[in-house]
């Protein structure tokens, strides 16, 4: 499978989502990040990760800039043909989802790290996210829900459907972030190396430096704490964000003794030079430094609002302050520093409260089961086809959409496709129905892999296509049938009107899945389309096939075709007619 993930920004690929990318090359599968290029890119690629440049994402709002991501978004989906598009983060997560569902990816599914409003916010910014979320919700085939609080709320406002609204929580790597990641001598030298004296309480803080995150309270908070506690501040400066901090708030804040250690790699290690962990955001979804100071063993102080409340349990694994509330989080940091047995309860019941519900491993595995969940409702299989798990039968009505989107993605220099998805389950839905076609399906558990279908008379199929299908098809086909280019084959296909000479039987499609292929089901299914025209009495037909497709040609010299002539059913294109005789 290929699976491509969306964000605004490579740090998010790189930090929020990565396990996931890993699992699906785990799962001999293609991973492809799609996100505005930065620093982070070189480490993706070094896993193994293809990432493609999203040159006018930005996390900021702009909507030129949205704009243009999203026209260039449209052209990337077009080309790369993903089975699979995850999307995250606000914009992309909303332009995302439509236009995936629009470029006829089979598979769309999102996660909602934190809905952009709570129920604290006003109605009218309540009603426009809702609002947006509720459309873009219903282009994805699963909506993933980090936060309880979020996924309740979607189901009582009816956000998103139910049945595909499935909580998925979030997680860190337990290994990485632990107790036991430095022991009391490394301990010690990390503190040394950063001037602090073994009695000195340590409050720590990991977050982008931007107002919403509590700065200005946290700020006010350490002053007046003295020498007997040190802030230490780890977080890269986002300029992009409309509240993100000043120089000059940042400048007051280290003459008050705050220390500015920036963005860092060794973070699980600077979370075993902390005594206490603090996050007074203003707005959370499941904030994932808190779930790595949990891990880590850290009692945590954080805000009473959504995504806290997740990873806090208050007065057992840290404590809950007021959003806005200096003066409370002030006493907070120095019950705890003042409270050395204190702090090392809830640090032990912080790391089991990790252990039983931040897993990054649970997560992956339930992002892995959405994508198998959402395939198996729309009869896709992800994975390479066992041979042994197909078995063949007749085309049921029920299958026209499954081989319409076999058709698109393997017969791709034919012009049907360009007339879209609609138009050609169309298709296959009057070849089902006329009593003179012989379809045969290769199927597994999850549905089709492969076909073959043809007709014992192809004019007559065209003029009984024309006549009971001819309209809806056109309505399906929309404004694709206005491009000259397309009229002009469409003319050509009817002027050719199908079979040789006093050939009417063709075999007028075989498609095989690229996860099933080289595994023997197109000689079966050519076998079998074979067999059916002798048990109808016909011993000819012919096969029309792009001259440039020597595999396809070399399978029907297998099944017993033979080259008869050579003709341009589309001006330009030349096409080999083959010939079988029973």
């Not at 070094?46 to 990432?51: D, L, S």
């Not at 990873?311 to 050395?340: C, K, M, N, P, W």
């Not at 897993?359 to 299989?381: I, N, P, Q, T």
Request: hydrophobic fraction near 45%.
């Amino acid at each position: 499978m290929k699976v491509a993930h969306l964000t605004t920004v490579d740090m998010s690929l790189r930090y929020l989502v990565m396990p996931q990318l890993l699992a699906v090359r785990a799962a001999a599968g293609e991973a492809v990040g799609i996100s505005a290029p930065g620093p982070w890119v070189t480490e993706l690629e070094a896993a193994g990760i293809r990432h493609i440049a999203l040159d006018s994402s930005t996390r900021g709002m702009n909507p030129i800039a949205d704009l243009r991501s999203a026209q260039q978004l449209w052209r990337i989906l077009r080309r790369e043909r993903v089975d699979i598009l995850h999307t995250h983060n606000p914009k992309p997560g909303l332009y995302g989802r439509v236009l995936g569902r629009l470029a006829g990816i089979p598979i769309i599914v999102n996660t909602v790290h934190g809905l952009y409003a709570t129920p604290d916010d006003g109605i009218l910014k309540r009603a426009l996210v809702y609002s947006l979320e509720a459309v873009a919700a219903r282009f994805s085939d699963e909506e993933l829900v980090q936060n309880p609080e979020d996924l309740e709320l979607m189901r009582r406002w009816r956000i998103a459907p139910r049945r595909r609204t499935h909580l998925l929580g979030n997680g860190v790597d337990l290994k990485r972030f632990s107790p036991d990641r430095c022991d009391a001598a490394q301990r010690a030298r990390l503190r040394h190396q950063l001037g602090i004296s073994d009695s000195q309480v340590v409050v720590g803080i990991v977050a982008r430096l931007v107002a919403e995150k509590g700065y200005a309270e946290l700020f006010a908070a350490a002053v007046g704490l003295g020498e007997d506690y040190v802030v230490l501040v780890v977080g890269p400066h986002d300029p992009a964000k409309a509240d993100a901090l000043a120089e000059s708030v940042l400048e007051e804040a280290r003459q008050n003794g705050i220390r500015f250690l920036g963005m860092r790699d060794d973070v699980d290690e600077l979370y075993a030079v902390m005594d206490i962990f603090v996050l007074p955001s203003h707005r959370e979804g499941f904030p994932r430094a808190a779930m790595e100071a949990a891990a880590s063993g850290l009692p945590i102080i954080a805000t009473n609002i959504r995504g806290c409340r997740q990873v806090v349990d208050d007065q057992v694994t840290g404590l809950l302050v007021d959003v806005g509330d200096s003066h409370g989080l002030r006493a907070a940091i120095i019950r705890l520093g003042e409270e050395e047995e204190l702090r090392k309860r809830m640090a032990s019941a912080s790391r089991a409260k990790a252990e039983a519900e931040f897993d990054e491993d649970e997560v992956v595995a339930r992002v892995m089961e959405s994508y198998r969940r959402a395939a198996l409702r729309r009869g896709l299989h992800l994975g390479r086809v066992e041979p042994a798990a197909v078995s063949y039968r007749s085309a049921k009505l029920q299958d026209a959409p499954a081989l319409a989107r076999l058709h698109a993605e393997s017969i791709t220099e034919g012009f049907l496709p360009t007339l879209g998805h609609g138009f050609l389950t169309r298709l296959y839905t009057a070849l089902i129905q006329w009593p003179e076609s012989v379809m045969v399906v290769a199927a597994d558990a999850a549905g089709p892999v492969g076909f073959v279908a043809g007709v014992t008379d192809t004019g007559s199929f065209y003029r009984h296509f024309l006549r009971h299908h001819g309209l809806p098809a056109v309505l399906a086909a929309g404004h694709r049938l206005v491009r000259p280019r397309v009229v002009r084959r469409v003319l050509e296909t009817l002027r050719y009107g199908g079979g040789h000479d006093e050939v009417a039987a063709e075999l007028l499609a075989m498609a095989v899945s690229g996860r099933a292929r080289r595994v023997g089901l197109g000689t079966g299914l050519g076998m079998r389309f074979l067999k059916g025209l002798r048990e109808r009495d016909i011993e000819r037909a012919c096969v029309v096939v792009g001259s440039t497709n020597r595999q396809a040609i070399s399978l029907y010299h297998k099944l017993g075709f033979a080259d008869m002539a050579r003709i341009q059913v589309h001006a330009g294109t030349e096409s080999e007619i083959l010939l079988w005789r029973a």
